[in-house]
Every structure is written in structure tokens, then in C-alpha cells.
């Protein structure tokens, strides 16, 4: 386990969680909203499942150093790794509880995951991972301690689904418009992930050179669907969504 990018180290209560399988998934599939979020003052964190060490290209250190470079970008609170096992990791006790460590740790508001449905079965696996450990983390009798100390019980509220890959219909959709070209950014901070015509590498699926325009075209297409020229997509966990009032709608 370890926090390779912080601007601060002490615990804190953070205003949104991201919870993601991969370095990288945060970055296709949400990050437009979480440079939104900070630049609103909203305080956000990233935990890394896994090191993406099973990928086709790079490897644990070179994703890593990239993860932490899109961290400064964004501008977030912090982001670690917990070091699970890429593509082997399991929705056991043992995970479940370390999970339930950070989320009582940091306090989430909201925590965003990988989606339910999804081409990676590691997503797959992150989002029940995730809802599972935060329901735990809500509960008086799972026992757990951070610094040596008994953690009080922590129920985020909301867990988010994000979009990457496969086309699931939103719940809601956030226009990410301002943000959008720092996303891009964010996301080609992983340069030994994406298409390159010089590198010696094998061809991955989102090495390939078409891929960067089908996060494009996706971000365009949910963006349409609210009327503005950005967006990304999000499930909630919860059956219904609620507004304070109408004005709080696009």
C-alpha cells in the first residue's frame, strides 16, 4: 500500500472518494468531473486498486510515476495504490476490510467507482468490491483501526457508477465542457498506455490510434444528450436521485 501522491498528509474528510481497479480509470472515465469538483473547492482523492502491472504496455513503476503526474494536474488531494494484484485480485474478507479502513479514513461524501457492467472484468470487480465496502464501512459491528485507534462507523451518500467502456444509459449526466481539454491532458499523462507510433510495444486495446477519438465521441455524445458539448455519464446506487428544488437541474 502506498500514497505516491499528497498535498497533505494528515487524514481528512474528503468531499468525493475515487475508487478505481487501474491508474488510468479515473482519468477515462471521470476525470472531467473531478477537475470540476476541485476547481469548485471540493475536496477529492484517488485510491488505485492496483498498480495496472498486467497491462500490455509499461509496467507498475512507469504507471505509477504517470498516475502521479496526472494527480498534480488535476490538483487533488492525493492518490495511492493499494497494491492488489492485477487481474488476480478478489472480493474477499481481507480486501473488503482494507477497503473499509480508507473509507472510513477519509470520509467520503460521495465515492465514485468503476462501472458494474464493463469489457475489464477487474471494473467488474472494483464496483462490487467497492459498494460491498461501503456498506461494511456503515456498519457499527465491522470492527477496524487506523494509528492504532477503533475507526467510527462511515456510510458515504452515494456511490457513482462511472462510464468508460461499455454504453450503459446515465442516471445523470455532468456537463464537463469547461474542464473537457484537461481531461485529455490528464488522460495522455499515461503515455505509455496510449497510441504511439514509435514505441516497440505490443498493440493493446486502448493503444490502438482510433481510441483517444471514441472517448472523444463518447464525452461529445453525453454531453448532446443535456445539450451542452461535454459530459460524463454516472449510475447511482440509489433507485431514485433527489433535488432540492428545480433549480438545481440544467
Known amino acids: 500500500m502506498q500514497k505516491d501522491f499528497c498535498q497533505q498528509k494528515n487524514s481528512m474528510k474528503l468531499d468525493i472518494l475515487i475508487v478505481m ?3 488510468d480509470d479515473a482519468e477515462l472515465s471521470c476525470s472531467g468531473t473531478i477537475i470540476s469538483s476541485v476547481s469548485s473547492g471540493k475536496k477529492v482523492g484517488i485510491i488505485d486498486l492496483t498498480k495496472g502491472e498486467m497491462g500490455t504496455r509499461g509496467n507498475s513503476k512507469i504507471r505509477i510515476s504517470e498516475a502521479n503526474d496526472s494527480a498534480k494536474l488535476m490538483k487533488i488531494k492525493f492518490r495511492e495504490n493499494l497494491g492488489l494484484k492485477d487481474a488476480f485480485f478478489e472480493n474477499n474478507e481481507k480486501n473488503k ?18 462501472s458494474f457492467e464493463e469489457r475489464h472484468p477487474d471494473h467488474e470487480k472494483a464496483s462490487r468490491l467497492v459498494y460491498d465496502a461501503s456498506f461494511l ?6 470492527s477496524s483501526k487506523y494509528r492504532g485507534k477503533i475507526q467510527k462507523k462511515w456510510k458515504p451518500n452515494f456511490i457513482l457508477y462511472s462510464l ?3 454504453y ?15 481531461k485529455i491532458k490528464a488522460i495522455k499523462c499515461f503515455k505509455s498506455q496510449f497510441y504511439n507510433n514509435n514505441s516497440k ?33 454516472f449510475i447511482s446506487s440509489k433507485s431514485n436521485i433527489g433535488f432540492k428544488d428545480l433549480f438545481s437541474i440544467l
Do not use: W
Request: net charge positive; no cysteine.
Open 97 to 114: 476490510l482494507l477497503l473499509v479502513k480508507k473509507i472510513r479514513e477519509y470520509r467520503p461524501k460521495i465515492i465514485i467507482t468503476n
Open 21 to 23: 481497479a487501474h491508474p
Open 168 to 182: 450503459i444509459k446515465p442516471d445523470f449526466v455532468i456537463d464537463v465542457s469547461k474542464f473537457y481539454n484537461k
Open 137 to 142: 464501512s456503515g456498519l457499527e459491528k465491522v
Open 201 to 233: 510495444e505490443s498493440e493493446s486495446y486502448i493503444s490502438t490510434k482510433n481510441f483517444l477519438d471514441f472517448i472523444n465521441s463518447r464525452s461529445i455524445e453525453l454531453g448532446h444528450s443535456i445539450g451542452v458539448n461535454h459530459g460524463e455519464g
Open 164 to 166: 468508460q467502456d461499455k
